[in-house]
C-alpha cells in the first residue's frame, strides 16, 4: 500500500479557505449552502483523520492497541460514507427532488454502512487486522461499494431533473463526478488512499463555483438581485432590526463607468458607517442594508451632495424592518407602493406609512379574492348612489353609481383607495361587473329613479369580451335599456377609437345611454368626442370651480357648453356645492347637476326613499 499525507494536508488547508472565502463574502444563506459547508467541515475532519491513521497508526500495527486502529480507522470511513450522502441530499435540494421514500431509503443505507463499519472488528467485513496483517487493501470494500451505490444515485437524480438545470452546468457536474469516480477506481486498482479526500473536494469545488457565487460589479462591487433576495430573507429570518434603503438614481447608467463613482461610494460609506453589502436590483436601482438607524438622517444630505455633482435625479426610501414586510418582495412592493404616494426625493418610511401599506396589502389581496370568486353578489361590494338634480323638471330623476368596498379588517373603504389598485392589478373589471348587476338588480324591482349610470374604464372597453360580459349580465333582468347609462372618461385612446366607437353605438342600440364623464381633466381631443355616440357630457368639478373665480375660464367654459349644447348634448355639470355653482351652471345650458349642495352619496338601498321624499333642507337650498 502506498500513501502520501500531502494530498490530504492541501485538500484540508483548501478546506479552510474555501470555509473562509465563503464566510467573508456574501453568499445566500440557504439549505444548499449548509451542505456544503457541513461538506467541508467533515472533509477537513476526514483528511486530519486519514493523515493520523495512515502516517501514525498504521505503521504501528502491533505495537499500539487494535481498538485505537479500528476506531480510527471506523471514524474516517464514517465520514467519507457522510460526505457522500451531504452530496446527494445538495443534488436532491439542487433539483427540487422532495421524494420522501428516497430520504429514508439513503438514511436506511447509510446507518447499514455505519453498522457494516463498526462491526468489522468481529463480523470481518471490510477492514480488519489478524495477526498484526492489515486484510481487505487499501480501499475497504464497504466504502467502494458505498461509493459504487451513491455515484448512480446522484447521476440518475442529475438526469432525470436535467430540463431544471442548464445544460452548461450539467454537463460541468457531470463531468466532475466522472472525474472523481474515475480516481477512485483507479486509486483502488494501484493500491492507494491518497486521493480519497480530493475526490471530494473538487465536487465541492465546482458546486461553490456553480451555485453559489455571485456576480460583483467590477468598479464598486454591487452584488445581483439574487444576492439581495437570500440577504434580505437571512435579516428577516434571523428577526433582525435593520433599514432598507432603496435608492433610484435616474439614468445612472450613463455616469457608472466614471472613475470618481467609486471614490464616492467609499466616502460615502465611510460617513455613513455603512459595514453591509451593496446591492444593485437594476440598472438604476441600488438596495443598502443599515443595521442602525443612527445615520438615516443625514442620507437626505448626502445624496443632495452627490445630486448637485452630477445632476441626476433620485428617489431614497429608507425603510425599517417591519411586520408588513415578510420577503424582499415585499421591500419591493412596498417602495413602488411609496413612490406612487410620496413625491419627495428622500423619505424616512415611518409608522403610519407602514400602516398605510398594511392597509393597500388587505385591500389588494381582497380585491384578488373577489376577482377570483367572481361572485356578483359578492357583499364586500357596495353600491352608493350619488342623487342628480334635474333642473326641468326640478326633481331628481337620475343618479350615478359609486363603487364602494366594506371588508371585514379595514371596514367601509373608498374609492380613491381601491380604484388606482384595482387598476393596477387588472381587477378593476371585476368589480364594475358587480356594480353593474347590483344596479340592474335594483332598476329590475324599482320605477324610480328614471335612469343610474354606471363608471366605466377604458381599459375594460377596449378588452376582448367586454360586450359578451356585459350583455350576459343585463340579459338576466327585465327593465327598459334606457334607464341605465355607461359613464366613459374622456381620456380616449386614439388607437382604439374605432373599436370604442363600434361598441358603444351598439350599447346605444339596445336604448342605453353614454354619457362622457370628467370633461375638463385632460387633453380633450374634440374629434374623438363628437365622433363618439354620446348623449351627456358630464362638465368636470375643476371647470365648476375655475368658472367661478375667473372670467377667462368662464368664458371658456360657456364657449364650450354652448357647442356641445347645439351638436344636441344634454350637459351635466358635477361638483355644484354652493348657490352661485348652482346659478351659473343653469346658466350656461345645464340640463343636470350633481353635486354636495343636494346629497352626498348614498346607499343604493335609500334611493328610492330619497328621490320619493328629498330631505327638506335640500329642496329648500336648491330653489333658493
Known sequence: MSYSYVCDLTVAVLSVMVLFMINMVYVPRNRRLLYVKLALYNLIYACILSIFFYEYLLPRVGLVNDLWVYLIHNAQQISLITELLLFIFYVFNLVGYK????????????????????????????????????????????????????????????????????????????????????????????????????????????????????????????????ALRGRAEELIRRHNSFYFVYVRINHFTSIETEQCILEDFKSFAEKTDYTDYLFRYDDETFILLYRSGECMDMLAGLFEELHTRYQLGHRVLAIPSNDACHSLRDYIELCRYLRGKHEESYLRVGDQEIADFKKYLIVKNQLSDIAEQMDLEDERVLVYCQPIYDVRRQAFTTAESLMRLELPELGLIYPDMFIPVAEQTGHIHALTMIILNKVCRYLSVHEQPDRISVNFSMYEITKSGFYDDIMRILSGYQFDRSRIAFEITESLDAEHLDDIRVILQEFRNIGIKIYLDDFGTGYSNLEHITNLPIDVVKFDKSLVDSSGYSERSKYLVEGMSNMFHSIGYQLLYEGIETAPDQERCIGMQAQYLQGYRYSKPIPIEQLADFIKNPPKESVEVKNA
Open 99 to 226: 421524494n420522501r421514500k428516497a430520504y429514508v431509503m439513503l438514511g436506511v443505507a447509510v446507518l447499514l454502512f455505519y453498522a457494516l463499519e463498526l462491526t468489522s472488528i468481529k463480523t470481518r467485513i471490510g477492514f480488519y487486522i489478524e495477526g498484526n496483517m492489515i486484510h481487505n487493501g487499501s480501499i475497504t470494500s464497504l466504502y467502494l461499494l458505498w461509493y459504487v451505490m451513491a455515484m448512480p444515485v446522484l447521476a440518475v437524480t442529475i438526469i432525470r431533473k436535467n430540463r431544471i438545470i442548464i445544460s452548461r452546468i450539467y454537463r460541468a457536474v457531470s463531468v466532475a463526478f466522472g472525474l472523481c469516480l474515475g480516481i477512485t477506481v483507479l486509486q483502488y486498482l494501484c493500491h492507494t488512499d491518497t486521493y480519497t479526500t480530493l475526490t471530494y473536494f473538487i465536487p465541492i469545488l465546482i458546486i461553490v463555483f456553480l451555485f453559489h457565487s455571485n456576480s460583483y460589479n467590477s468598479t464598486y462591487g454591487a452584488l445581483d438581485r439574487e
